[in-house]
């Protein structure tokens, strides 16, 4: 938390979803629906920057540093270490996005001077963030064990890029009728993380609810993705030499 | 049981891009180190220090052999319950203060709140922080970093201290408190194990050293043994005339060195009665006649010489072996004797294969 960037990110994000109050003067009618909408993108695109600015120097920085060296002679074990460093990021997330989101109903309060039955749902959509930012910080995790921040940072961008329109992705193969494409496509779509089931600022922007079936489904497949991902982690890592 | 124990250590680094190549970073090193002694680890840059300690502390794995630390296998948590590392230049979190990273480290630890912030009082005291200890790390000088490394590795209160380079980038003063340190350590009946290539440091502190050249260990032994074998004498003379120097330089077992109007000769035993007799009839004024005793220093550089191929310089090939001649102070120096040969009497020195 002491890392500069982050106040800078979340000063950013704040403001941004301040600015959306003026973006929702100028829109006739729908002004709430925008700023939900600016709102919930701010969160999740700053978020989206912060674990992938702190998530690909996890391991990699430790290491070239050397700032692992004391620690690793401690009775530590190594995947400790890698999940301590995981379950901080995701800390240091929650807390960010706390921030963040207390900036958008602050100014939906400020927009309405009083919260509708249905802005519960605006904590959906905080949470599907949250679940896709620990998704992240899994795949950043998981480069970080072998790899620069540099190459982290596009592996791990290019991963959310493709993950967030598998389902176009899929789609696509099955329109070319291209038996070897619509393979590929269909492998791409179950291999990499799907982000596109993590957005539903569309939905709640309009006041409709988000299915428990979609919470729990999502929930339990961050979670079962992560946690692949972190055990690979810590394989790649309890096996290298610290050179 | 030894504190730590070593039996075949090998590593092999892979080097290359396309074609990876093994490099033989350590090759087969044994040794055992007592409890409670203080064992230096001598070699110049690259010969594998840091790779033995960073074997021992399982930052890297071996490629063959084994060790184990009071018993335990290196590489397991319970083998550091009772170790503290100093990493060769140190880094450590500097957004954080002297009393936040020891209290951080000291948590890895069974210590009762109390009992830690009695071990930090005491560490830092120690290592001379205590005025600095609400000051963030990054604005610490090397030698303050040094000294905050070596607090964090006697912070728990470890039976065995491996140091990696403690002196390294410390002024004169902090390598007189990480010397005095070690030698406390020593009296609290810790086993230190240390690397250095500062010979001095060495000679002072360690009760026996092992020398690596190339990745493999080409001696161990006491330093007792070695700082008490006499090499011969040096007199130094005043008032010496010409024509009697032809004759000094037969008694002398080396070129005989003359400056400020005094001759500096280093004699053998048997030949001092010749030479008082030749001071007494010359009316040559002998102002002192001292044993010269083996240094440490005479010791490295000599065996690393016979190390050497005979195609090679011999121990010049490195930068660090030419820097070590230079400073191997003049008047200790037994010139010409076979350095190497003598030592084998009371130094375990192994075959070079």
């Known amino acids: 938390m002491r890392d500069r960037v982050l106040y800078n990110l979340v000063a950013f994000a704040v403001i941004l979803i301040a600015s959306a109050v003026l973006f929702g003067q100028i829109s006739i009618d729908i002004e709430k629906v925008i700023l939900i909408n600016i709102g919930l993108s701010s969160i999740s695109v700053f978020g989206l920057l912060i674990a992938i600015f702190l998530g690909i120097g996890l391991v990699y920085k430790e290491v070239d540093k050397r700032s692992l060296y004391p620690l690793l002679s401690k009775p530590i074990r190594r995947w400790q270490f890698v999940l301590g460093k995981f379950l901080g990021l995701n800390l240091t997330l929650l807390v960010n996005t706390l921030f963040m989101s207390a900036g958008l109903w602050a100014a939906l309060y400020y927009l309405r001077r009083d919260f509708a039955p249905e802005d519960v749902h605006i904590w959906t959509a905080i949470y599907f963030i949250l679940l896709e930012l620990f998704l992240v910080t899994a795949v950043c995790l998981f480069f970080s064990c072998f790899s620069t921040p540099v190459l982290s940072a596009v592996f791990t961008f290019l991963i959310y890029i493709v993950g967030s329109s598998a389902s176009d992705v899929r789609a696509f193969g099955v329109l070319t009728r291209n038996p070897a494409l619509e393979t590929l496509t269909t492998v791409i779509y179950y291999l990499l993380p799907n982000f596109s089931n993590f957005s539903v600022a569309g939905e709640v922007s309009h006041g409709l609810p988000v299915g428990s079936y979609l919470i729990e489904l999502n929930t339990a497949y961050a979670l079962c993705y992560s946690a692949l991902l972190v055990m690979a982690s810590f394989w790649i890592f309890s096996k290298r030499d610290l050179k | ?353």
């Open chain 2, 1 to 353: 049981m030894a504190a730590i124990e070593i039996s075949g250590l090998t590593k092999d680094y892979y080097v290359g891009f396309w074609r990876k190549r093994p490099w033989r970073a350590l090759d087969n090193l044994s040794l055992t180190v007592e409890r409670g002694e203080v064992f230096g680890f001598l070699g110049h840059n690259g010969a594998g220090k840091t790779t033995a300690l960073k074997l021992l502390t399982g930052l890297i794995f071996p490629t063959a052999g084994t060790a184990s630390i009071l018993g335990l296998p290196i590489g397991s948590p319970e083998a550091f319950r009772n170790v503290g590392y100093l990493p060769e230049n140190p880094y450590f979190y500097d957004y954080l203060t002297a009393d936040e990273l020891l209290d951080y480290f000291a948590r890895f630890f069974p210590l009762t709140p109390e009992q830690r912030r009695e071990r930090r009082e005491i560490v830092l005291e120690q290592a001379g922080l205590t005025e600095f200890r609400h000051v963030p790390l990054r604005k610490y000088s090397k030698g303050m970093l040094q000294r905050i490394g070596v607090a964090q590795a006697v912070l728990h209160n470890p039976e065995i201290v491996l140091l990696d380079e403690p002196m390294s980038g410390l002024d004169p003063v902090g390598r007189r408190d990480v010397r005095h340190l070690i030698l406390q350590l020593k009296a609290e009946g810790k086993t230190v194990f240390f690397s250095t290539h500062i010979l001095s440091d060495a000679e002072a502190l360690c009760d026996r050293v092992a020398i690596l050249h190339r990745g493999k260990l080409v001696g161990v032994g006491q330093i007792a043994d070695l700082l008490q074998r006499q090499s011969g004498f040096e007199a130094i003379l005043e008032s010496c005339p010409p024509d009697l120097l032809p004759r000094l330089q037969q008694l002398a077992a080396a070129p005989i060195v003359a400056s400020g109007g005094q001759h500096r000769l280093e004699i053998a035993e048997q030949n001092i009665p010749q030479l008082l007799s030749y001071c007494a009839s010359n009316s040559v004024r002998l102002l002192s006649l001292n044993p010269l005793r083996f240094s440490l220093e005479d010791y490295f550089v000599e065996l690393l010489r016979t190390r050497e191929p005979a195609s090679e310089s011999p121990a010049a090939g490195s930068k660090t072996a030419r820097s070590y001649r230079r400073r191997s102070p003049s008047p200790a120096t037994p010139s010409g004797k076979p350095c190497a040969t003598a030592c084998s009497i009371t130094w375990s020195l192994l075959p070079s294969s």
